[in-house]
């Protein structure tokens, strides 16, 4: 395969005994191993928790039996009342939007467990936070599934259990990048937003098959139900080894090694492993070297201010792409055709949404992440040029089963530009998060960036009603004109970075390598390598190419030990 050919390309020389007289292994590497497949299936289960918790609770909301105990009239929720339900978790997912934009609330949960994510996952390691927010979520469920009448009880619940979602929506492409084969890594982060699209189609599915029950039945067996996924998840995740780049930093070098050795599948000794290992100790060594850094430094740091408010950027940006436009407006639309069952609507769109993220884990790695997002963004730019278009001069709002043709060209294009999304935007942007940063900041950069994500979320579903009530479908050449800038970002600002290690791109963004170029960019030999924390120390190139030189014997000998 081409990619694989790249992938094994020719790296610059070490040093005459790096050849194979030492030993080395150059057995060829498995593009993907069932142990590093199963590792992003299993990590990925926190996205299927946060679609199904997500897409379950946009159903119990139209219930008769959930209305009857939590509404105010038993009839219907109050802005205010729905707003504390659905918005003390977050909804990326863009498949609960028609429910959230009555929401009056940010989402707290989520932006909590964002937050308070980092310190823990630093201090215990990625593993252990992964099944201790998983617990966090369980109980949230408790809480909520107990309740009677007590509307207080469901949204206390709900902002419990939206802390374990904010935690786990960071957690996952955290441990799964700092994880993964160079070679298949986007693929296994993009997951993470194949998971969340698979929780929504399974939770439509499960409501749809309860909603006719007329007692408690009718949420209570979908939320027991969300029991078994934060279950599996806890439990599976101890099944698998720490992130061998936390287990590096924790001087448990020989873990790293094998963990690493048995994700790519070769041996211990395998070139690629003992560069990679070179690189991830280079790095650590200038972390020590640099001592404890205050919070503030993620911005600060050498190329972190740039790279920071890059992902905070992107982050916005994929809910700016309005994919949640689309499901805001789908029951009226499918209304043209004769279909008004919002439940049996959740369904298709999810089903769509679902199907085309497979895409989504192919693209990835074999046509770039640059090169996907633009063509996805300019994709997305035309289909809502023409949903909008038609939508604004052709659809007859007040009645839509009288322009049932203007209908069903606004669902052929609804799903194409779903297609382009769960393709590009969906998963790839996880990714890129997933390896923007160096280790040091990895944590707490992702979770702000993340944050944005939760904020540009609220912040759409609190204004789209007042917008759509005077403009209707014209808001959607907004969307049109932020999916073009995100184009525009893409290419000017984010790098390449198919098939690099970690510190590799470190150094592709601290070398201030023009993203435009950075595909065809060589990166250079183990002790020429760039790093964030030289840089902060004040240490030009030439100086720190004479340290590495002068050790490069003592380096060797020491990675023999690791």
């Not at 020389?13 to 590497?29: A, F, L, R, T």
């Not at 946009?58 to 509404?71: Q, T, W, Y």
């Not at 996952?172 to 990048?177: D, G, N, R």
Request: aromatic share 14%; proline share 4%; glycine share 10%.
């Amino acid at each position: 395969m081409a990619f694989l050919s790249r992938f094994k390309r020719p790296q610059a020389p070490m040093s005459p005994e790096s050849d194979n007289e030492k030993g080395y292994n150059d057995n060829p590497v498995k593009f993907v191993t069932l142990r590093s497949g199963l590792m992003g299936v299993m990590a990925s289960m926190g996205g299927f928790i946060f679609g199904y918790d997500t897409g379950q609770i946009s159903g119990f909301l139209a219930m008769s039996d959930f209305l009857h105990r939590f509404s105010e009239d038993s009839k219907a929720f109050s802005n205010v009342r729905s707003g504390l339900i659905v918005g003390l978790v977050g909804v990326t997912p863009p498949i609960v939007f028609t429910h959230f934009a009555k929401s009056r609330k940010l989402s707290i949960g989520t932006l909590a467990g964002a937050l308070i994510m980092a310190p823990v996952a630093d201090r215990i390691g990625r593993r252990y936070s992964v099944t201790l927010w998983s617990i966090v979520f369980i109980v949230g469920v408790v809480i909520q599934i107990a309740a009677t009448t007590v509307w207080q009880q469901i949204a206390v619940g709900r902002l419990v259990a939206g802390a374990g979602v904010g935690a786990l929506s960071i957690l996952v492409p955290l441990y799964v990048s700092e994880s993964g084969p160079r070679q298949v890594r986007g693929a296994l982060v993009s997951t993470y937003q194949l998971f969340i699209t698979l929780g929504i189609f399974t939770a439509d599915a499960i409501n749809f098959g309860t909603e006719a029950r007329r007692n408690s039945g009718s949420w209570r067996i979908p939320m027991g139900v969300g029991f078994i996924w934060p279950l599996i998840l806890g439990l599976g995740i101890l099944c698998f080894p720490e992130s061998p780049r936390y287990a590096f930093r924790k001087g448990r070098h020989e873990e790293a090694r094998a963990t690493m050795a048995n994700f790519y599948g070769v041996h211990g000794n395998h070139r690629e492993i003992r560069r990679e290992m070179r690189e991830i100790k280079e790095k650590n060594d200038e972390e020590i070297a640099g001592g404890q850094q205050p919070w503030y430094k993620i911005f600060t740091g050498p190329r972190m201010g740039y790279r920071t408010l890059l992902g905070i950027t992107l982050q916005a940006l994929q809910q700016l792409t309005g994919a949640n436009f689309f499901f805001y407006y789908g029951t009226t639309i499918f209304k043209a055709t004769g279909l008004s069952n919002s439940y049996v609507t959740a369904m298709i769109l999810g089903g769509v949404n679902f199907g085309m993220t497979f895409f989504g884990l192919y693209i990835v790695e074999h046509f770039g992440r640059r090169k996907s997002l633009i063509i996805g963004g300019m994709g997305m730019t035309a289909t809502f040029l023409v949903f909008a278009s038609v939508g604004s001069f052709s659809l007859d709002n007040a009645n839509p089963t009288n322009t049932p043709k203007a209908g069903a060209a606004m669902i052929v294009f609804a799903c194409l530009f779903i297609a382009f999304y769960a393709t590009t935007w969906g998963p790839i942007i996880w990714c890129i998060i997933g390896e923007l940063y160096p280790t040091r900041y990895r944590a707490k950069s992702m979770a702000l960036a993340t944050s944005s994500n939760w904020l540009w979320n609220f912040l759409i579903a609190f204004w789209t009603p007042f917008i759509t009530a005077k403009i209707g479908f014209k808001y959607g050449y907004m969307f049109a004109g932020c999916n073009f800038a995100a184009v525009l970002i893409v290419y000017f600002f984010v790098c390449e970075t198919q098939g690099r290690s970690l510190e590799e791109i470190d150094t592709m963004y601290i070398s201030h390598v023009a993203p435009w170029k950075s595909s065809k960019w060589e990166p250079p030999a183990y002790e020429d390598l760039v790093t964030s924390e030289h840089l902060a120390r004040g240490q030009d190139t030439n100086s720190m190419n004479e340290v590495h030189k002068e050790g490069n014997n003592l380096e060797e000998s020491r990675i023999e030990s690791v």
